[in-house]
C-alpha cells in the first residue's frame, strides 16, 4: 500500500542503529500490555489470527498515529483500527472514555452492532503447499513488478520496477495482498532476491547488497 508505512528506502531518518544485545522484550511495562491488547483486539475483531490485516490496519495510521506515539503506541492505535473496523468499538469510543477517565464529562457513543468477518485460516502459520512449481529459479535475473497498490503488499516501493537475481526459492505462503482483506489465502511460492545498492538508489549510493522476499506474483521476466 502507498502511505507513510513503505518508508524503507526513503531519505531523512537519520542512521540506524542496531539494538543492543542487553536490549530488553519491553523496555517498559505498558509496552508489554500493548503487545498483548494488540494481540487480542486482533482475535476479537477479525475472528482469528491474521497477520496480514493487521499489518494492514497499521499502514493506514496517519502519519501522527503511525510515527508520533512510537512502536508500541502504533501497535495500540492499530489495535483501535481494527476493533473499529469490525464494529467491536464504535468511532471515537476510546478517546471518549479517556476524557472521561481523566475527569471531563463527554458522551460516549452508543455500542456499534460486532460486524466481524467471516473468517478461518486454512492451517497455522502462513506455510502452505502448492502443487505448481516455482515460475523462476536460483540465479535467474528477474524484475520486480512497477505497479501501483491500493491495498496491502508485502512488496517494497524501493523494489518496484528494479532488477535483481533470484537467491533462493523458498516454500509457499499464504499471499499477504488478499489475506489481510480477507479476500483467500492464494499461497504462492517466495522467492530471495537479491538487488544491488546502485540498482536501487543510482550510481552513488554506497556499494553493498540487499535481499528482499518477494511473492511470485510481485515477479516478472527481465527478456
Not at 543492543?20 to 509496552?31: G, L
Not at 498515529?65 to 492505535?77: E, I, K, S, V
Not at 516455482?134 to 518496484?160: D, I, S
Not at 546502485?198 to 516478472?220: K, Q, V
Amino acid at each position: 500500500m502507498e502511505g507513510i508505512a513503505d518508508m524503507g528506502g526513503t531519505p531523512g531518518w537519520g542512521p540506524v542503529h542496531p539494538p543492543s544485545r542487553a536490549e530488553p522484550v519491553f523496555e517498559e511495562t505498558w509496552q508489554g500490555r500493548a503487545f498483548a491488547l494488540a494481540t487480542l483486539s486482533g482475535r476479537i475483531a477479525y475472528g482469528g489470527v491474521n497477520l496480514d490485516a493487521f499489518r494492514h490496519a497499521l499502514e493506514r495510521l496517519d502519519r501522527a498515529a503511525y510515527l508520533d506515539d512510537g512502536y508500541f503506541g502504533r501497535w495500540l492505535n492499530g489495535a483501535e483500527l481494527m476493533l473499529t473496523d469490525s464494529a467491536i468499538l464504535a468511532p471515537g469510543a476510546v478517546d471518549a472514555r479517556a476524557r472521561n477517565l481523566r475527569g471531563e464529562h463527554v458522551a460516549e457513543p452508543p455500542v456499534p452492532e460486532p460486524a466481524v468477518p467471516d473468517y478461518a485460516p486454512a492451517a497455522e502459520g502462513s506455510l502452505r503447499s502448492v502443487a505448481t512449481a516455482p515460475a523462476f529459479a536460483v540465479g535467474e535475473r528477474v524484475r520486480a513488478k512497477a505497479l501501483p497498490v491500493p491495498g496491502h503488499t508485502r512488496l517494497p516501493g524501493y523494489v518496484r520496477g528494479h532488477t535483481g537475481t533470484v537467491e533462493i526459492v523458498q516454500p509457499a505462503f499464504v499471499l499477504p495482498d488478499t489475506n489481510a482483506h480477507f479476500q483467500g489465502e492464494h499461497p504462492q511460492h517466495v522467492y530471495s532476491v537479491r538487488f544491488t545498492s546502485r540498482e536501487l538508489w543510482g550510481a552513488g549510493a554506497e556499494p553493498f547488497a540487499l535481499t528482499a522476499e518477494l511473492f511470485e506474483s510481485y515477479l516478472e521476466t527481465t527478456s
